[in-house]
């Protein structure tokens, strides 16, 4: 016995007895009826295939990787404004001074201290969502 659900046609199925197979099959994405070679091969399926064509796979994973990048830009962006409106701000120090000198670029809080970019977001996180002050409670 190998009985395994089918995540297609939600049956148990036992493929011991032999494969278990949807051909053509219906893409779960799409809805487009396909038959079971537009499927990749998909081992952890019953019927060996995925449920989503290729086709759909291809742009959904290319749809992603734009959203992603949409995503870290935009992200990237306000955490600029965000430390900008906050008083912090980025200033180039010279590591290795010389006729070919190397810079960093090091992030100063509102005090002038350098702070690193986490620390400084997440000190804005708090100031931006004070946390109720439950220090008086005591500790039993
Ligand atoms: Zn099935
Ligand atoms: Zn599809």
């Not at 994973?61 to 430390?83: G, M, W």
Request: aromatic share 8%.
């Amino acid at each position: 016995m190998d009985l395994k659900s089918c995540g297609y046609c939600k049956e148990m199925v036992d493929l011991s007895v032999g494969p278990h197979i949807h051909d053509p099959k219906k893409c779960k994405q799409c809805g487009e009826t396909l038959p079971a070679e537009a499927f990749h091969r998909w081992p952890s399926s019953a019927d060996g295939r995925r449920h989503v064509c290729s086709q759909c796979v291809a742009n959904e994973s290319a749809a992603t990787r734009v959203q992603r990048v949409i995503e870290k830009d935009t992200q990237f962006r306000d955490d600029k404004e965000k430390l900008k409106e906050h008083g912090y701000r980025w200033v180039r120090r010279v590591v290795e001074p010389g006729p070919d000198p190397v810079f960093r670029w090091a992030l100063l809080d509102p005090q002038g201290q350098e702070v690193t970019k986490e620390q400084a977001l997440r000190d804005i996180w708090s100031a931006e969502n004070p946390q109720p002050d439950d220090f008086d409670y005591p500790v039993y």
